[in-house]
């Protein structure tokens, strides 16, 4: 069994596709199913189904594929540590984010620590709440920030970093636009633009709507902050965002109005794998986030 074996069979299970994979991966088609082929003979058992154009995974290859990425993480990480201990300014650091991280908070941060470590590098990868848990589970990424924080999970661990409050934003000619604050149930009636089911930052503001006495009327659903305060902006409902999403100026700016009862927070942490010990750039990363959020 060979590490290209394995490293070919994780890409054809990610994209269902022999010629998606070969395309990302700069190889012939011809080789990857050679490999494939010869993969699925040392182990005795098939890997894939052919359904349509795709490929699917057995029930077998489900399995064997969970145990493969734990170890190609973990042999880059082997790999990653050495280079590191050569000298760890020169590292990776790779690191996931929820996309309303990714505004403001997550490029202040890291800009920060490369004027302080110019050299290290970062990989970063965007997910939503449980898919971020996941790649940390699995060793894909070495730190994440997560909301709201897991206070208690098998699986990761970390620190809270910081509570956030959560702003209604309003069409710019409504009714309430120009208040300095609002009851949530004053937007009772109204149609909300909300994230899609996978966002956490959805089941904050469906319990904020419970606590105010109301299930919201959803019109419209999306997948990045952008989108809804785009729609908000151009009049098809109301919603509730983070202060952090709200912070950059756009032609379509909808208005920004705090809500006082109830308040409305979510909290934000970074986690880590339990029981794992971080490469050393990712440590330093670590304890730079912790001082960085405690002067605040």
Same mark, same amino acid.
């Given at each position: 069994?060979?590490?290209?074996? &394995?490293?070919?069979?994780?890409?054809?299970?990610?994209?269902?596709?022999?010629?998606?994979?070969?395309?990302?991966?700069?190889?012939? %088609? $011809?080789?990857?199913?050679?490999?494939?082929? %010869?993969? @699925?003979?040392?182990?005795?058992?098939?890997?894939?189904?052919?359904?349509?154009?795709? *490929?699917?995974?057995?029930? !077998?290859?489900? *399995?064997?594929?969970?145990?493969?990425?734990?170890?190609?993480?973990?042999?880059?990480?082997?790999?990653?540590?050495?280079?590191?201990?050569?000298?760890?300014?020169?590292?990776?650091?790779?690191?996931?984010?929820?996309? $309303?991280?990714?505004?403001?908070?997550?490029?202040?941060?890291?800009? $920060?620590?490369?004027?302080?470590?110019?050299?290290?590098?970062?990989?970063?990868?965007?997910?939503?709440?449980?898919?971020?848990?996941?790649?940390?589970?699995?060793? +894909?990424?070495?730190?994440?920030? /997560?909301?709201?924080?897991?206070?208690? =999970?098998?699986?990761?661990?970390?620190?809270? #970093?910081?509570? @956030?409050? &959560?702003?209604? /934003?309003?069409?710019?000619? =409504?009714?309430?636009?120009?208040?300095?604050? /609002?009851?949530?149930?004053?937007?009772?009636?109204?149609?909300?633009?909300?994230?899609?089911?996978?966002?956490?930052?959805?089941?904050?503001?469906? @319990?904020?709507?419970?606590?105010?006495?109301?299930?919201?009327? /959803?019109?419209?659903?999306?997948? @990045?902050?952008?989108?809804?305060?785009? #729609? !908000?902006?151009?009049?098809?409902?109301?919603? #509730?965002?983070?202060?952090?999403?709200?912070?950059?100026? $756009?032609? *379509?700016?909808?208005?920004?109005?705090?809500?006082?009862?109830?308040?409305?927070?979510?909290?934000?942490? *970074?986690?880590?794998?339990?029981?794992?010990?971080?490469? &050393?750039?990712?440590?330093?990363?670590?304890?730079?986030?912790?001082? =960085?959020?405690? +002067?605040?």
């Amino acid at each position: 069994m060979e590490l290209r074996q &394995l490293q070919y069979f994780v890409k054809v299970a990610r994209k269902q596709h022999v010629t998606h994979a070969a395309e990302e991966l700069h190889v012939a %088609q $011809s080789a990857i199913s050679r490999q494939i082929h %010869q993969l @699925e003979e040392e182990l005795g058992v098939p890997l894939f189904v052919r359904k349509g154009r795709n *490929l699917q995974l057995t029930s !077998v290859g489900k *399995l064997f594929l969970e145990r493969i990425e734990v170890v190609l993480a973990d042999m880059e990480r082997a790999v990653s540590e050495v280079r590191e201990f050569l000298d760890p300014e020169a590292g990776e650091i790779r690191i996931g984010f929820p996309h $309303s991280l990714g505004i403001y908070l997550l490029p202040t941060v890291v800009a $920060s620590f490369r004027q302080q470590h110019p050299n290290v590098k970062f990989r970063l990868r965007q997910g939503t709440y449980n898919s971020l848990i996941r790649d940390v589970m699995r060793g +894909e990424i070495d730190l994440s920030f /997560i909301s709201p924080f897991p206070e208690k =999970h098998l699986n990761v661990s970390g620190r809270l #970093l910081l509570q @956030e409050e &959560l702003y209604a /934003i309003l069409p710019q000619g =409504h009714k309430l636009a120009d208040n300095d604050t /609002i009851k949530l149930e004053q937007l009772k009636e109204e149609s909300f633009v909300m994230f899609s089911d996978e966002y956490s930052l959805r089941n904050i503001v469906l @319990e904020a709507c419970a606590k105010a006495g109301f299930v919201p009327r /959803i019109g419209f659903e999306g997948e @990045e902050t952008d989108t809804i305060r785009g #729609l !908000v902006a151009a009049g098809v409902g109301v919603s #509730l965002l983070p202060e952090m999403a709200l912070t950059e100026i $756009s032609q *379509l700016q909808p208005a920004k109005v705090r809500v006082i009862e109830p308040l409305v927070t979510r909290s934000v942490g *970074l986690i880590q794998r339990t029981g794992d010990k971080l490469p &050393l750039v990712a440590e330093m990363f670590q304890h730079f986030l912790f001082d =960085h959020f405690q +002067e605040d």
